[in-house]
């Protein structure tokens, strides 16, 4: 994995982009630097966030003088587009989201039934971590979202959903990996928690991650949002050999990471597991990662994903009885165990299929 601190996944876009700042920081600008009154930062989220505006001529209870300044000194509202939206036979929609330097991300949305969607948002272009079975992670890292470009996957998303519908869940499951781009994760959680901003509580945002155990203990710390963790094997040695990251953070610390994120009364984490095929999906297996999470039993709920193929490697999808039977091992033991639902597999939408294909 390259060091965050590397210049080259930097994102060269400006970030003076509205949608990525707090009430604060904008209180900050607008008070502090142009002298402004402190109620313009409510009428700017209200712009941003509730109107859903995207340009700042649109403001028009603002002073021209005002909107002129800040669009001089290189403020924008947002600064993606929507490319290419794909739908599935199931419902599941996919964006194309288009950067302005030229390159796109991709969001899912996924019905939950009841007009109720839960959009995937991903946290960088591509991804540093090269797990073996994810085709976003065979495409390498380009570089870091900034925090707005995470925002503004949310503001577009909310016209491509149904009429009437409503996104009501964010999970960091997109391309990237959250944690490996921490800062501007954590302060896109700004706009997206503030109840004038996007207004999305703590509970309904979820981060997953493969295991930064440095950084899961800083987001417990500073965002305690729900937490996912890939964990997708029940030896080290299976472990290294799909993930990478696990010669840095092995399973053992994975697991003592969770024990102390601080959870909510009655809240679990999500352990992520995704069935590979005569890989690590044997009752073998099932009975070695209860073994692996018994101290967290009360803490987590098993969330098993059967592998969603692409070109490349040579895993094999296993079959609904193999799936069962593995869930039924750790139910067993006492797990919560859910096997996820498959979603927009006809659009390479599931989890795990994210990335521009080349062209045919
Ligand atoms: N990097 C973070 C966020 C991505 S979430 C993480 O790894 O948690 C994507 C989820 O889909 C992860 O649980 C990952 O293990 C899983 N996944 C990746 N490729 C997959 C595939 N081809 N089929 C099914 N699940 C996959």
Redesign the pocket.
Known sequence: MSTPARASIRPEVPTRNLTEMDREALRALLCDELGEPAYRVKQIYRHVFQRGVRSIDEMTDLSKALRARLVEAGYTVGRVSVGDVRESIDGTRKLAVRLQDGGAVETVLIPMGEGRFSQCLSSQLG?A?D?D???TGKLGLSRHLTAGEIVDQVLVARNAVPEGARVTHLV??GM???LHNFEAVVKSLGPICDPEGLGYSHRKVTV???GLVPQIDRLGAEAPVNL?V?L?ASSDEVRNQIMPINKRYPIAEVVAALARYPLPPRRKMTV?Y?LLGGTNDSEQDAERLGRQLRRLRRRIRINL?P??P?AGPSYARPDEARVRTFQRALTEQGYTVTVRTTKGLDIDA????LGERPEA
Do not use: D, H, K, R
Request: with cysteine.
């Open positions: 991804c971590l797990c079975f994810c085709y960091f499951m990237g990996e959250p997953s991650t493969v996912a890939s997708n992520e995704v994903i592998w969603n692409f599931a989890c795990g299929q």
